[in-house]
C-alpha cells in the first residue's frame, strides 16, 4: 500500500518580510492525523510558519503544497477553495464581541455560504443543529444564544474551536491557543483540543510556548530557532538537552575589536 500523500509540504522554503528572514531553507511534510506541535522562542518564526500553511501568505522563495496543491500556482478561487479545508484559531480569537455565539460558530461556515445566506442567518440563524453539536463538543451547549462578549475567555476560545468545528477542515491549525488562559483553562483546552484531533482524525497543528504541552499532548514537535528547524522529532524524544540548545540565549555581538 502506498504511504498516505502528506497534507504540507514545504520544500525549500524561506520567507523574507523586507531584508529580514523569518524562515529559513524549510523542508517539512505532515500528514493526515499528525498532532505538531511547533515550539521555539518568541520570534522563532512559528506563526509565519502557521500562515504559510494555511495558505494566507507565500513564501519569498520555495514552495508551498497544501493538499497536493502548489499554492503559488493556484488561481484566487482555487486558492479559497483549499483553504476552506484549513481551519486556523488565531492568538486573537476574531470574534465579534457583540454578536450572540451562534453567529460567532456559524462564521465557520462563511467560505461555503452565499452573502444572503450569511445575511438572513444574522437574523434567522441557520443551522442551529450545527452550531449546537459543535458547542456540545467543546463543553458549552448552553452558551448558544448568549452574548460573546459575556463568556470568560477559555469559554471564547471554544466558540472559536466550535466555529472551527463546523467548517470541518481536515487540518486544525492553533496559534498560540493558551497563551491568554490561566493554567486550569490551559490544561481544558490543550485537552480539548488533543481530544478532538483524536476522536476526528484531524490534523492538529498548535504553536506553543508551553514544552510540557508539546511533549505530552502530541506525537511530534518541531522546534524552530532563528527561523529555521533545529530539530523535528517524536515527542518521546524531545531531551532536556534540546529544549535547552532550542531557548538559549545568544551572547550579544561585540562592537568592534577590543584591545
Ligand atoms: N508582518 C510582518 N512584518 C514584518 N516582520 C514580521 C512580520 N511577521 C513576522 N515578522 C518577523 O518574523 C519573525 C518571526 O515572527 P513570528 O511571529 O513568526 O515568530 P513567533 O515564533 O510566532 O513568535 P511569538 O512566539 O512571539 O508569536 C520575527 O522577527 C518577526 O518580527
Known amino acids: 500500500m502506498n504511504p498516505p500523500a502528506p497534507i504540507f509540504a514545504l520544500k525549500n522554503v524561506s520567507k523574507k518580510f523586507g531584508q529580514i528572514p523569518s524562515l529559513v531553507d524549510i523542508n517539512l511534510e505532515i500528514y493526515p492525523g499528525e498532532r505538531v506541535a511547533f515550539v521555539g522562542s518568541s520570534g522563532a518564526g512559528k506563526s509565519t510558519l502557521l500562515s504559510l500553511l494555511n495558505g ?26 483549499v483553504q476552506r479545508q484549513i481551519g486556523t484559531i488565531y492568538q486573537q480569537l476574531h470574534l465579534v464581541d457583540n454578536l450572540r455565539v451562534i453567529h460567532n460558530v456559524n462564521a465557520g461556515h462563511l ?25 456540545i463538543q467543546v463543553g458549552i451547549p448552553e452558551k448558544l444564544y448568549d452574548r460573546t462578549d459575556r463568556l470568560s475567555g477559555g469559554q471564547q476560545q471554544r466558540v472559536a474551536i466550535a466555529r472551527v468545528l463546523v467548517q470541518d477542515p481536515v487540518a486544525i491549525l492553533a496559534d498560540e491557543p493558551i497563551s491568554s488562559l490561566d493554567p486550569e483553562r490551559s490544561r481544558e483546552i490543550m485537552n480539548l483540543l488533543r481530544d478532538l484531533s483524536e476522536e476526528t482524525g484531524k490534523t492538529l497543528i498548535c504553536s506553543l510556548h508551553a514544552i510540557e504541552y508539546a511533549r505530552s499532548h502530541f506525537q511530534r514537535v518541531i522546534g524552530l530557532r532563528q527561523g529555521r528547524i533545529l530539530f523535528d522529532a517524536p515527542a518521546g524524544e524531545v531531551s532536556a538537552a534540546m529544549v535547552e540548545e532550542l531557548y538559549r540565549i545568544e551572547p550579544p555581538r561585540r562592537q568592534g575589536r577590543q584591545g
Open 56 to 81: 494566507s501568505s507565500q513564501p519569498s522563495q520555495g514552495e508551498v503544497w497544501i493538499l497536493d496543491r502548489n499554492i503559488a500556482r493556484l488561481r484566487p478561487k482555487s486558492l479559497r477553495q
Open 111 to 135: 467560505g461555503r455560504w452565499s452573502f444572503w445566506q450569511a445575511a438572513v442567518s444574522l437574523i434567522y440563524p441557520q443551522e442551529v443543529e450545527t452550531a449546537t453539536k459543535a458547542l
